[in-house]
Structure formats: structure tokens, C-alpha cells
């Protein structure tokens, strides 16, 4: 029907303006309304074009930039599942003959910058396929039906470059899916709606007989938000988790990424790997290559500890500013990131990778932990234990101050973190509750029963060390920096007096 719409309007237009000059009516008025609707929508469309193509540009195809599984760390079940669902495309005939529907849609979840974005493009290399890739974002538009559109010329382009290049197979990655797939409401957003239907309907017209195949790969980090539509069988009903890396696949991206730098002899990389807990790929791929900064910095043939360390700081907390803080502000600063050392060194002994006051992001100083080993499960008293942790910092300042500054803000909200899971998972003395059903009294009482109780032990285990705070301090003021070994020594040497 779109096909036949030019050549009914060049019909019918003509016909109208005759009919209206024949009855007397001032046709000028009509012809000048219809101009102006003719350029509007052909600015719309020509901006959804041209939005389209400088898409096409910046898009690699799979000759120009081969990319393996092998040259993304980690993520083994991931690719793993990935490679199953592959060989649905890979293994063709044997499918047909089986009489399996064709795989149309898989879906990559997991938080940023674990590497959705490379596995596609490992899909495609996997599958000698052509690679598309666009976001979600690129096909929302204020226009009504542009996003659309764009979906139409996204899946014709696939075909088309497919089809030139020799290739029976395309992939198209769309990253942040989230943004046209997400939930419809039946509300205002016609435009939405339009796009996510357009995509449906591309879906449904892949066919297992189609020749070029194409293959969808979506990727979000926000799973729980999308339409039930998109995640029926039939359409993106292959997901894959793509989490975090486990400190054996953080090692695993991080000597990808020390593969073209030249690295000291004394680095250890697994130390680095225990160290970036919680990191993702791409934070791990720029802890590389920020230790390579500061080695050119200081002029270093290859990265050094050091260089990766300072790395690791500027990763998790920013860069350093250069605040000037007064020398009671750096006093009390010093004070309160004992506190939370001394504290984290008495409930998990070994756990201090760093003290440091030196000003970074937001915070005056910092204690880097070094957790022994990846955990998904917590027990109550290893949560207890961040707790006092966490106020360890405005348990100190109270010891040396009488009172608390703003500097605890971060703490408490982590502390409070915690009471929250310690309730949602049934561990306090509520038992096992339904925590939406409670009401803000509730929550406050609880926490405030919890932290007080906390408190009061954090205090009592820290005035007990009220000396390696008086010693540690001039060290710390003095060096800026203590190392966890360094640290420790101080609490020995302490001890043993
Ligand atoms: P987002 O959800 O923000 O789009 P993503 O999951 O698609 O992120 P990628 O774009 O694939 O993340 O990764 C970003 C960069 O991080 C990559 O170019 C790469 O340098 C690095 N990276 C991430 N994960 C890995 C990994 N598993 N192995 C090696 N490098 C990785």
C-alpha cells in the first residue's frame, strides 16, 4: 500500500484542486497548507535518513573489523550460551531438516560494560555474517513514525549489505533496547509504540527459508522493563546474562588488555584482579590503560604496581583533585579513614589494600578494602561487620571530637544499604517480613535500633586501640599514603609494645 501512496496523491491532488477552482473556491490557501505538510514530512523522513546513513558509516562491517570470542575475557558461560544459540544459524540445514523454527532474537543482559557489545560483534565473526549495529536511542525522534522508518531501512540495509558483500547471514545489535522495547502503557508515547511495533513486525517476517538471515541481537541493562511482547517465544526468547566478571575472568580481561603494553616484571596481575572487585571489563580495559598513562607520565619504559595501583584508585574514586584542605580538616580526615582501617582490619583482618588522604571525586581520603575472595553470599554477621565498618570513620571523629562532621554522609547511606538487606532477607529480629508492607516508622525504628546497637560496639572495639590511632596518624598526615602491609605493621608493632 505505501508503495501505491505517490502515485495516488500525484492522482487525486490534481483532481480536488480542479473540482474546488470549478465550484469558486480560492484554491491558493490549500495548495500553500499542503506545500508546507509536503516539506515537513519530507524534512522528517530526509532527517531520519540522514540519521540512518551517518549510522551506516560509523558502522564496522565484520571484514573490516574481525572480532573473536577469544579476545573477550571472562564471560565463559556467556559465550558459551552464546555459541549454542549460533550454531542454530551456523547449522542450517541441519535445523531444516529437523524442523526447528529459526532463531530470531537473543537478548544480552547485564550491568555496563561487560562486554554485550563485543559479543555481538563475536557473533557476527562466529557466524561470517554482515554486522549492523545501532542504539536504541538513535530511533526515537519527535516526529511520529521516523523511529519506524528507521527500523524498516535498519533490517532492508542488513539484507542489502548482506546480499553485496556474499554473505548469507547478517547481524544487527541494537544496544539499548530499553529505550524503544520498553513497557507500553497505552499512554502518550505514539511515537515509541510505532518503533517497537515496526521491530516487531521485522521480527515476525524473518524466516527460516530467508535468504539472507538475519539475526537479532539486543542488549539492556534494564530487562524487568521491557515489553512482554519483545520476550515472547518467537522473538527475543533467548537470554543471556552477561554479569560481572569473577576474579578468574577479571584476570583473564585484564592481561587482554596488557596485551600490547609492556608491563614490569614485579606485577602481579592476579593481585590486581583480587584488587578491582566489582570492576567491569571496560573498567578493567581503563585501569589498563590509565596505569599506561602514568608510566608515560613519569617517563617509565613499562607499567609499574604503582601505576596500576594509582590506576585502580582513579577507576573506583576519580581523578585526583587538588583541594586544599586546612590542617584540621586534614587531621579530622585522617582520623575518621583510621577508624574505618583499624575497624575493617579488626573484623577481617588483612582486608586493607590502602589508607590514603588524598582528595579524590568527591572524598578528602579513602581506605581501599581488598576483599579475599568473590562472594554472592552474605550472612548476617559478615554484613554486621560492614556495618561497623562503614561507621568506623564517625565512630573516631566522635572519640577525638565529641561529635560528627559531614564527612559520614557516604557511610551512613551504605550503612542503611545494608539494614535494608538485613531486613529484605529476614535477618533481624523482625524475622521473615514482607518489607513493602512497612511503614516508614517501621523502617526507622529498625534501622535506628540496628546502627545504634552497631555503633555503640564500633566504639568500644576502637577506644581499645585509641594508641594506633595516635601512632598511625603522624604517618599518615606525613606520607599521604599508607599501603595495607604498612598499616598492618603499624597495628604490630603497636600490639607488641
Ligand atoms: P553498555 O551496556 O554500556 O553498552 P557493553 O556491555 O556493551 O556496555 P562493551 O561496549 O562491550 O560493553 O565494552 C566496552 C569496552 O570494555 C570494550 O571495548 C572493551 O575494551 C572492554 N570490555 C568489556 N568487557 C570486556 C571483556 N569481557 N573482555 C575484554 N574487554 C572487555
Redesign the pocket.
Given at each position: 500500500m505505501r508503495k501505491y501512496m505517490l502515485e495516488l496523491t500525484i492522482g487525486i491532488v490534481p483532481v480536488v484542486l480542479i473540482f474546488f477552482m470549478y465550484i469558486g473556491e480560492n484554491v491558493i490557501p490549500l495548495v500553500l497548507f499542503a506545500a508546507l505538510g509536503f516539506i515537513v514530512f519530507y524534512a522528517a523522513r530526509g532527517r531520519g535518513k540522514l540519521a540512518a546513513t551517518s549510522m551506516q558509516r560509523r558502522r564496522p562491517a565484520t571484514s573490516e573489523t574481525p572480532f573473536s570470542f577469544d579476545q573477550?575475557?571472562?564471560?565463559e558461560r556467556a559465550k558459551q550460551e552464546l555459541i549454542e544459540a549460533l550454531d542454530f544459524l551456523v547449522r542450517r540445514e541441519q535445523m531444516a531438516k529437523l524442523g526447528i523454527r529459526p532463531l530470531k532474537g537473543i537478548l544480552l543482559a547485564?550491568p555496563?560494560?561487560?562486554?554485550?557489545?563485543?559479543l555481538a560483534k563475536a557473533a557476527a565473526h562466529y557466524t561470517d555474517s554482515i554486522y549492523l549495529a545501532a542504539s536504541g536511542s538513535e530511533f526515537v525522534e519527535m516526529y511520529v513514525g521516523v523511529g519506524a522508518g528507521r527500523i524498516r531501512d535498519l533490517f532492508k540495509e542488513a539484507r542489502v549489505k548482506a546480499q553485496k558483500s556474499g554473505k548469507s547471514s547478517a547481524v544487527i545489535f541494537i544496544?539499548e533496547i530499553e529505550v524503544i522495547g520498553g513497557k507500553r502503557d497505552g499512554g502518550q508515547q505514539r511515537e515509541y509504540d510505532q518503533t517497537l511495533n515496526q521491530l516487531l513486525t521485522e521480527m515476525d517476517g524473518i524466516h527460516a527459508d530467508e535468504a539472507p538471515r538475519i539475526l537479532l541481537i539486543a542488549?539492556t541493562?534494564r530487562k524487568e522493563m521491557l515489553d512482554s511482547a519483545l520476550l515472547r517465544p518467537g522473538r527475543f526468547d533467548r537470554h543471556i546474562e552477561?554479569d560481572l566478571?569473577d576474579r578468574k575472568g577479571r584476570l583473564h580481561?585484564l592481561n587482554?588488555?596488557a596485551g600490547n603494553k609492556p608491563i614490569a616484571e614485579e606485577v602481579d596481575l592476579q593481585r590486581i584482579a583480587a584488587e578491582s572487585y566489582g570492576f567491569?571489563?571496560?573498567q578493567l580495559?581503563s585501569v589498563m590503560n590509565e596505569a599506561a598513562i602514568y608510566a608515560l607520565r613519569e617517563e617509565n619504559e613499562a607499567i609499574g604496581e604503582k601505576h596500576l595501583s594509582m590506576a585502580i584508585d582513579k577507576v573506583m574514586m576519580g581523578e585526583k583533585t587538588d583541594r586544599e584542605a586546612t590542617r584540621e580538616e586534614r587531621e579530622r580526615v585522617a582520623l575518621h579513614e583510621l577508624g574505618h582501617a583499624i575497624m575493617a582490619e579488626l573484623v577481617r583482618p588483612g582486608s586493607v589494600s590502602q589508607v590514603a588522604l588524598s582528595p579524590r571525586g568527591k572524598a578528602l581520603g579513602y581506605v581501599r578494602h581488598n576483599p579475599q575472595q568473590d562472594q554472592y553470599l552474605y550472612t548476617k554477621p559478615f554484613l554486621n561487620g560492614q556495618i561497623m565498618i562503614a561507621l568506623g570513620g564517625a565512630a573516631a571523629e566522635e572519640m577525638f571530637y565529641g561529635g560528627r562532621s559531614t564527612g559520614s554522609r557516604g557511610d551512613f547511606e551504605q550503612a542503611m544499604s545494608i539494614v535494608k538487606t538485613l531486613v529484605e532477607s529476614g535477618l533481624t529480629e523482625l524475622g521473615i517480613i514482607d518489607a513493602s508492607m512497612m511503614t516508614r516508622e517501621g523502617w526507622a525504628a529498625i534501622t535506628k535500633s540496628i546502627l545504634d546497637d552497631l555503633m555503640a560496639q564500633t566504639k568500644m572495639m576502637l577506644e581499645a586501640r585509641r594508641p594506633v590511632f595516635l601512632s598511625s596518624l603522624q604517618t599518615l598526615l606525613q606520607e599521604e599514603t599508607l599501603s595495607g602491609e604498612q598499616f598492618r605493621q603499624l597495628i604490630r608493632s603497636h600490639s607488641a609494645a
Open positions: 573477550i575475557g571472562g564471560q547485564g555496563p560494560g561487560t562486554g554485550k557489545t563485543l544496544d542488549a541493562n552477561v566478571p580481561i587482554i588488555h567491569s571489563g571496560a580495559e
